[in-house]
Structure formats: C-alpha cells, structure tokens
C-alpha cells in the first residue's frame, strides 16, 4: 500500500521539482481559468504552490525565511514581504492574477494562528479560502485514506492518523529541524546559521546525522507512544527528513515499515494548495 501510494505521490513530486526556482511554468494558462494556490509558512521556508482545477501541478517556488518559529508567525511583515515577492514572481511567470489561496498551520496551534496565517496571505492581496492543518494538506496529496502521516516541520511534528478517509487523531509535538539545528550548534559551539547551513550539506550528511540522529529517535517515539492508534502505512514527509537515513532510524524505533516520498518538503505545501476551493 505504501509503495503504491509513493509511486503515484513521487511523480508529481519530480514535476513539481523540476519547475521549482525554474521561473517556468509546466503548463500554460489564461485569464480565466481556475488556478489552485497553496501557501506554506514554513520554521525555513515560505513555499507557494500553484495548481489547475484538476490539481494538476502549474507552477511553484519558495524563499528560505526567518519569520516563522515553531510553526508560527514571529514576523509578520517578513512573511508578507517574502510572499509578496514570491506571489510577483509566479504572476510574471503565468501572465495571470493570483486571487486566492489556502494556508496551514501544525495540529492544535489554535485559531489565532490561524487568523495570522490568513491575515499573511491577504496583506498579498489574495483572498485566504481556509487554513488546513498540515499533516492532513500531506495527506490530501498523498491521497492517504487509512494511514498515518508525520509530517516534520523545522519547529514541530505534526501526526495525524486516517480510517477510511476520516480523521482519528490529530497531535503535534514541538520538535523539529530547528531542534536538529540546535543540537548541532551545540556540538560544534557555532551559531544558529552556521549550524543550519551544515545539517543542509549533502557532502557531511553522515557526520551530521550520527550528531541528530538522538533527535529523529525522539521524533519517532512520540509516534510509538501513540500505541495501537497508529495506523499503517506510517509516511513521515517535511523538510527534517532530508536524510537517506531517517526511515531507516523511524523504522527501528517504531518496529514497522515508514515511507518517505521523494523530495518530502514540497509534499504538504501541494496538499495545501488542493484545498484552495
């Protein structure tokens, strides 16, 4: 079930790859057609999805930031100013007006971060349609309907469980990338963005990962310790988990099968944008 609910997912993910800081669209549009857009506020990154009415991938791009901690907003006018940017780009690209667009938060961060999120998106000039929690936007992509789906953001980790299309169980843990980030400051004795341009190095992916490697554990018994709630297939996505080895670590802990979907930091950010109705 697993491999067959990545295999679908995965090939979205390369296309929506592919055009990522292109500045091209996969496909053409017009005045008048129905675009879906999606707006991840991410602890790292601002990410805006452009999709058709089919959900069909149009067009994306995103901007590493400062403005969000923990999963919410700390900068206001950075996060609008980023989107802006980002919202001008994709409307030079597309030749068209951006109107709408949907948000998210992490699980249980309570209306009022709701309320910042949708007050971000329209100081852009859009008209914010809803705000969805994250793990199930993963899930909405990932067209999950009985699983479970972690989804690991730079401040936190979200878990949401699914039975037969619905909802059971929803949490969310304040641990995340940044905590990686963290923890390897603290081995090396270097400042916050030092530590994050080395946890993103691909060439000391495993001196750095033996460092967090304590950290992803921690993230995956937060899982173990929901019990018999958890349903399979367990599908961890989000930025944090951009390391060859963290399912094989996930999968130790939690003594079961975890999935990762290629390039999993792009796989909520276009869930997001397919709520956009």
Same mark, same amino acid.
């Given at each position: 079930?697993?491999?067959?609910?990545?295999?679908?997912?995965?090939?979205?993910?390369?296309?929506?790859?592919?055009?990522?800081?292109?500045?091209?669209?996969?496909?053409?549009?017009?005045?008048?057609?129905? *675009?879906?857009? #999606?707006?991840?506020?991410?602890?790292?990154?601002?990410?805006?999805?452009?999709?058709?009415?089919?959900?069909?991938?149009?067009?994306?791009?995103? &901007?590493?930031?400062?403005?969000?901690?923990?999963?919410?907003? /700390?900068?206001?006018?950075?996060? /609008?100013?980023?989107?802006?940017?980002?919202?001008?780009?994709?409307?030079?690209?597309? #030749?068209?007006?951006?109107?709408?667009?949907?948000?998210?938060?992490?699980?249980?961060?309570?209306?009022?971060?709701?309320?910042? /999120?949708?007050?971000?998106?329209?100081?852009?000039?859009?008209?914010?349609?809803?705000?969805?929690?994250?793990?199930?936007?993963?899930?909405?992509?990932? =067209?999950?309907?009985?699983?479970?789906?972690?989804?690991?953001?730079?401040?936190?980790?979200?878990?949401?469980?699914?039975?037969?299309?619905?909802?059971?169980?929803?949490?969310?843990?304040?641990? #995340?990338?940044?905590?990686?980030?963290?923890?390897?400051?603290? =081995?090396?004795?270097?400042?916050?963005? &030092?530590?994050?341009? *080395?946890?993103?190095?691909?060439?000391?992916?495993?001196?750095?990962?033996?460092?967090?490697?304590?950290?992803?554990?921690?993230?995956?018994?937060?899982?173990?310790?929901?019990?018999?709630?958890?349903?399979?297939?367990?599908?961890?996505?989000?930025?944090?988990?951009?390391?060859?080895?963290?399912?094989?670590?996930?999968?130790?802990?939690?003594?079961?099968?975890?999935?990762?979907?290629?390039?999993?930091?792009?796989?909520?950010? *276009?869930?997001?944008?397919?709520?956009?109705?």
């Amino acid at each position: 079930m697993g491999d067959k609910i990545l295999a679908n997912s995965n090939k979205q993910l390369k296309r929506f790859e592919s055009i990522v800081n292109s500045d091209k669209a996969l496909k053409k549009v017009k005045e008048g057609d129905k *675009l879906k857009v #999606g707006v991840d506020l991410g602890t790292s990154s601002i990410v805006l999805t452009v999709l058709d009415k089919d959900d069909n991938i149009v067009y994306g791009a995103y &901007e590493y930031d400062h403005a969000v901690q923990d999963g919410i907003v /700390v900068n206001f006018m950075e996060s /609008v100013n980023i989107l802006r940017r980002l919202k001008a780009k994709a409307e030079e690209v597309l #030749g068209v007006e951006l109107k709408t667009a949907c948000g998210a938060i992490p699980p249980k961060t309570g209306e009022k971060s709701a309320k910042v /999120v949708a007050n971000v998106i329209e100081e852009t000039g859009m008209l914010c349609t809803g705000v969805e929690d994250e793990p199930t936007a993963a899930a909405k992509f990932l =067209r999950l309907k009985t699983g479970t789906v972690v989804d690991i953001g730079g401040g936190t980790t979200g878990i949401s469980i699914f039975q037969n299309g619905k909802l059971t169980h929803v949490i969310d843990e304040a641990t #995340g990338g940044f905590h990686m980030t963290l923890v390897l400051g603290g =081995r090396y004795k270097i400042k916050n963005e &030092e530590a994050e341009k *080395l946890k993103r190095n691909k060439d000391k992916e495993e001196e750095v990962y033996s460092v967090i490697k304590p950290v992803v554990e921690k993230m995956a018994a937060i899982v173990q310790n929901m019990g018999s709630e958890v349903n399979d297939p367990v599908i961890v996505v989000g930025g944090a988990t951009n390391f060859d080895e963290f399912t094989k670590t996930f999968s130790k802990v939690l003594k079961r099968k975890v999935y990762k979907p290629l390039y999993p930091q792009f796989v909520t950010p *276009l869930g997001i944008a397919m709520f956009d109705n």
